[in-house]
């Protein structure tokens, strides 16, 4: 059998392993320590975002940061429909409820007339959102302008997920500076890992350092164990942060990378009646962190079919995110939109798109695609 073919796998890139050797050689396995101060101050310079938090998790990340907007039981946050469930899950667990806005055709990514419609609606029904999600799909900048100035408008708090948008730019600038609050995660299949954890960045200073204080169990300044908050065990460790340094140092390799990967695909396949791939529109620069296909929409062959072949050369790919409102975990909940997710869901596949992926299996791939088509 051919060696299998990750999505994304992860991809060290050869300094991570010293800094973990480094961490063992001083004991500081735990708690906190030298790599994580570090690594925030590197990943805080990287996105230009004066103060930085590493955590656990991106999912954790956005938990904390609902926290500190004061979402609390019954609020209503507004997130993008169309991303994966890490986005809004705390927005539950903090008793609040979603309320999905769906995407634009133009970046896929949260439609801002839509938004507007939706803070005008929950207003008129006598709630009005406590905070906007805005997610950043496969790394494609949203368009932050129109969102922020909406944002504005209302004076409702943004925290932007850039979970899968680390490297990308808009208009010059990082993704994740936008928002009152940005997130990052480092998952195993993100354009950078730290084997599991995440970020959470502001220009507040304050809300970051209520983030470390509530992410290591809210301890009080006592000598003895005092509490006068619930708190998290959402820190992410030293040796994590070291294997992140080491990520860090070639991320802006692994956007070169990942872009070419796309140019590739596009090459290849984007010529073929009625295959497209997410735009980038002019003054944003996407990380390309997964190549998304959109099959011909008169096509019979669908994504499901194309998933199929690949698997049987041992290849992986996947289906879009399914959109947050046709899950079965947040039926009936508001939603605001054209429906352009859904119909992105029913015709998209993510092409394997890792940085590792070499030239002999891009071409193996897209012949395979091609074929198919
Ligand atoms: C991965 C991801 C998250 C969650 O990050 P974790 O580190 O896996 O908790 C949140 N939002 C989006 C869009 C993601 O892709």
Not at 14 to 32: C, H, M, R, T, Y
Not at 55 to 65: D, E, K, P
Not at 137 to 152: D, K, N, S
Not at 309 to 314: D, I, M, P, T, Y
Request: proline share 6%; with cysteine; aromatic share 8%.
């Amino acid at each position: 059998m051919n060696e299998r073919i990750y999505l994304s796998p992860p991809h060290m890139g050869g300094d991570e392993l010293k800094f973990v050797q480094e961490a063992f050689q001083s004991n500081w396995i735990s708690p906190a320590g030298p790599h994580l101060d570090l690594f925030e101050k590197e990943l805080a310079d990287y996105n230009n975002t004066p103060h930085c938090a590493a955590l656990s998790s991106g999912t954790a990340a956005i938990h904390l940061a609902l926290i500190m907007l004061g979402v609390k039981q019954h609020d209503e946050v507004i997130c993008s429909s169309f991303t994966f469930a890490g986005s809004c899950n705390p927005i539950v667990y903090q008793g609040a409820t979603p309320v999905y806005v769906d995407s634009e055709d133009s970046t896929w990514n949260m439609d801002p007339q839509a938004l507007r419609s939706a803070i005008e609606d929950r207003i008129r029904k006598g709630k009005k959102p406590k905070a906007i999600i805005v997610v950043h799909l496969y790394g494609m900048p949203a368009q932050m302008e129109e969102i922020v100035a909406i944002a504005r408008h209302y004076d409702i708090k943004i925290i932007e997920d850039a979970a899968e948008g680390l490297g990308s730019l808009y208009k010059g600038k990082k993704l994740g500076s936008f928002g009152d609050i940005g997130i990052y995660s480092f998952n195993g299949n993100k354009i950078i890992t730290t084997s599991g954890g995440g970020a959470l960045v502001s220009e507040n200073a304050e809300w970051v350092k209520q983030a470390k204080f509530l992410s290591t169990q809210a301890r009080d300044q006592a000598p003895h164990y005092q509490h006068s908050q619930i708190g998290y065990n959402y820190r992410l460790s030293n040796i994590s942060a070291g294997i992140g340094r080491g990520q860090l140092k070639v991320l802006d390799q692994r956007v070169a990378r990942r872009r070419a990967i796309y140019d590739y695909y596009k090459k290849i396949l984007g010529g073929l009646p009625g295959v497209s791939f997410q735009p980038e529109l002019p003054g944003s620069v996407s990380n390309r962190w997964l190549t998304c296909m959109l099959l011909p929409a008169t096509s019979k062959l669908t994504p499901e079919t194309v998933r199929l072949a690949l698997e049987k050369e041992n290849i992986e790919s996947r289906p879009l995110w399914k959109p947050m409102h046709l899950q079965p975990v947040f039926n009936g909940t508001p939603y605001y939109g054209s429906k352009a997710s859904e119909d992105l869901f029913a015709r998209g596949l993510c092409l394997p798109s890792g940085s590792s992926l070499t030239d002999a299996q891009l071409e193996k791939i897209t012949t395979l695609v091609g074929k198919m088509l």
